[in-house]
């Protein structure tokens, strides 16, 4: 059993007489469809190598937020020996979290150490099966390979969710630095790049009641 990716357009759009929309909403609502319209010669070849029982992941294309939003299995293939092919796809569930191209190269975007403490699940094994998936690296194929261990932690992703809108969850970086008296200071999620309070670079601020003391007892030296 093989995993795949397919891809569909979910807002309207007119290709010779014909409205070329079908979004996670059609695909649910009829069940099982015959995937049709594919004029690209290296996704007619990946489709003949589909089998019945294949995973398919069915993605948002063409549209103003790209995702992954279900899973269908493939269901057959057509003819003997026509010029191009097609599959029929069975919806089989829809993902409780969408997925989006965004999030998937924020993430492909990031060491194993800097992913967000919110999907850390995704784990460095995860990390590497994303940043190899066809989809960022060759996106504008309608049909594409999907390895098992990418299958697996898109899965859990659409699964567990730890993000808002599709977007890619900012990180909590913490820099440390000393302070006085030696301490170790962390700095806060919205300071990063500030400059700190502490030691020779801080920010101005104002005197202290000590330091305006030491002023006049300097001023009384001079006298």
Not at 68 to 81: H, N
Not at 103 to 120: K, T, Y
Not at 164 to 184: A, C, H, N, Y
Not at 187 to 199: A, H, I, K, V, Y
């Amino acid at each position: 059993m093989r995993c795949w990716l397919m891809k569909a357009e979910p807002d309207s759009r007119i290709v010779k007489g014909k409205d070329v929309k079908f979004s996670i909403d059609d695909f649910e609502a009829v069940g099982t469809t015959a995937w049709e319209g594919v004029r690209n010669f290296e996704a007619r070849n990946l489709m003949k190598e589909m089998s019945i029982g294949d995973k398919v992941l069915f993605y948002h294309s063409n549209c103003k937020n790209p995702a992954l939003m279900s899973s269908g299995v493939a269901q057959k293939t057509d003819k003997e020996a026509p010029k191009w092919f097609m599959v029929d796809v069975k919806f089989v569930s829809r993902a409780a979290h969408f997925v989006s191209l965004s999030l998937l190269r924020g993430i492909a975007g990031v060491s194993s150490l800097d992913i967000p403490e919110e999907i850390a699940y995704v784990g460095s094994d995860g990390l590497a099966a994303i940043k190899e998936m066809a989809l960022l690296n060759r996106g504008r194929l309608s049909v594409q390979r999907v390895s098992e261990a990418c299958w697996i932690v898109i899965e859990e992703m659409a699964r567990k969710g730890g993000w808002e809108d599709g977007s890619f969850p900012r990180k909590v970086r913490q820099r440390k630095r000393t302070g006085p008296g030696g301490i170790l200071n962390q700095m806060d999620p919205g300071l990063e790049g500030r400059r700190g309070t502490g030691g020779g670079r801080g920010r101005k601020r104002k005197g202290s009641d000590g330091d305006t003391i030491n002023a006049r007892r300097r001023s009384a030296r001079k006298k």
